[in-house]
């Protein structure tokens, strides 16, 4: 069955560190890029991180730049996401997603096989 899954969510103090994990089934997740994404409570979905087939990371969201890190391990089949000094306005849903293609969008209209999601909520 092709699917992502993603798997890491959970309740952090803010300042914390998560790292989600999103695990591909039923293709090789290298050949694409896989990007993560999130949508805030009442709020709209929007692009956080993105990784390239060719491993080159795209930054979506600026609240994410310096804070966040997208990787791969390709043994597992499994895209990162490493969240350091989180905000409670990181506070969210976030899925992983697969594009079309080889290359990035912060577009959601173009990344055609999506995960269920995993809660993150950052709050003392």
């Known amino acids: 069955q092709v699917q992502l899954v993603e798997s890491g969510g959970g309740l952090v103090q803010p300042g914390g560190s998560l790292r989600l994990a999103c695990e591909a089934s039923?293709?090789?997740?290298?050949?694409?890029?896989i990007g993560w994404f999130r949508r805030a409570p009442g709020g709209e979905r929007e692009g956080v991180l993105c990784?390239?087939?060719?491993?080159?990371?795209?930054v979506l969201a600026y609240s994410a730049k310096g804070r966040f890190t997208i990787s791969r391990d390709k043994a597992k089949n499994t895209v990162y996401l490493q969240m350091n000094s989180l905000k409670p306005e990181d506070t969210a849903i976030y899925y992983c997603?697969?594009?079309?293609?080889?290359?990035?969008?912060?577009?959601?209209?173009?990344?055609?096989?999506w995960g269920q999601g995993t809660q993150v909520t950052v709050a003392s």
């Open positions: 997603a697969r594009a079309v293609g080889i290359e990035c969008s912060s577009d959601s209209s173009t990344y055609s096989l």
């Open positions: 990784i390239t087939q060719s491993n080159y990371q795209t």
């Open positions: 039923g293709f090789t997740s290298d050949y694409y890029a």
